[in-house]
């Protein structure tokens, strides 16, 4: 399982622009866009950032 830490990066119209929290000296994952409305629906806060969890497939 991976762990990835996000902090706000950039707010646009509809969505939230997030950059990873570089950990380890490289980005694991990288920038996503989350929109508005998946933030509120989830109580995310977009000010304190997020933690993601990636799981494969089994």
């Known amino acids: 399982m991976l762990k990835v830490k996000f902090?706000?990066?950039k707010e646009?119209?509809?969505t939230v622009r997030f950059a990873e929290v570089e950990e380890?000296?490289?980005a694991k994952v990288?920038?996503?866009y989350?929109?508005?409305s998946t933030l509120a629906q989830n109580g995310i806060d977009k000010e304190k950032g997020f933690?993601?969890?990636i799981k494969a497939v089994k």
């Open 24 to 26: 380890e000296g490289y």
């Open 34 to 36: 989350i929109p508005k």
């Open 12 to 14: 646009t119209k509809n």
């Open 30 to 32: 990288g920038t996503i």
């Open 7 to 9: 902090e706000m990066e």
């Open 51 to 53: 933690t993601m969890e």
